[in-house]
Nanobody
């Protein structure tokens, strides 16, 4: 069973930066396409960024140019580097893993993911 543990959330002022980490255990991490999603209070969970097994990335328009998704297969960890944070980025951030290998394709919809972490809170003050 794959387990995902997020870390790195916190409180930051607008314009600041954070780096989220998601450590995976169990399974063959390097095979997994991964994703980051977020959910703000009263809103539905939304796509943030995704990465294929081979390292291709995709981003929501709202974070493009500010967030960078990367993976370190040797450490079984993915990272979401967030810069120039805005109050509207405030949410609980979740990482997710898909158990089917995909070299080039990354997945935007939450329905494509098989495993989810517990989430980490990011709060951006104005």
């Amino acid at each position: 069973q794959v387990q995902l543990v997020e870390s790195g959330g916190g409180l930051v002022q607008a314009g600041g930066s954070l780096r989220l980490s998601c450590a995976a255990s169990g399974g063959t991490f390097s095979n997994y396409p991964m994703g980051w999603f977020r959910q703000a209070p009263g809103k539905e969970r939304e796509f943030v960024a995704a990465i294929s097994s081979g390292g291709n990335t995709g981003y929501a328009d709202s974070v493009k140019g500010r967030f960078t998704f990367s993976r370190d297969n040797a450490k079984n960890t993915v990272y979401l580097q967030m810069v120039n944070l805005k109050p509207e980025d405030t949410a609980v951030y979740y990482c997710a893993a898909r158990r089917t290998y995909s070299s080039a394709t990354y997945y935007i919809g939450p329905q494509y993911y098989d495993y989810w972490g517990q989430g980490t809170q990011v709060t951006v003050s104005s």
